[in-house]
């Protein structure tokens, strides 16, 4: 008898930082963010995809990132509350596999080998959990 051939999703929700922060204040919506402090020795957590347009990109120091993008606007930020948007995501993940490898609050693997939901592949429950994640 052969094994199963194993199937594993690695999930990386780039920008998490700065999506949630986009998430939760519309007015930031479509424009350039780092999650991060503004002052000479800040540090970028996480850029939006809008602020990596100009070069904008994690652990770079603040100032060199609004050197770059002179429209970036700075938020604190909010590990709590991204501590719990990953919390739900890691409840989506479960729907489908008791087997979460979490590597960080924004970063998995996911073995589906023999998931709970019966899908056709580990490209349609990937879809399902990006679906579910964007809903």
Known sequence: MTKPVRRIIHID??????????????????RPVAVGRSQERGVVAAASYEARKFGVRSAM????AQRKCPELIFVPPRFEVYRAVSAQIHAVFARYTPLIQPLSLDEAYLDVTDPLLPRPSATAIAQEIRAAIHA
């Open 61 to 64: 120091p603040s100032v060199v």
């Open 13 to 30: 929700m780039d920008a998490f930082y700065a999506s949630v922060e986009q998430r939760d204040a519309p007015e930031l919506r479509g």
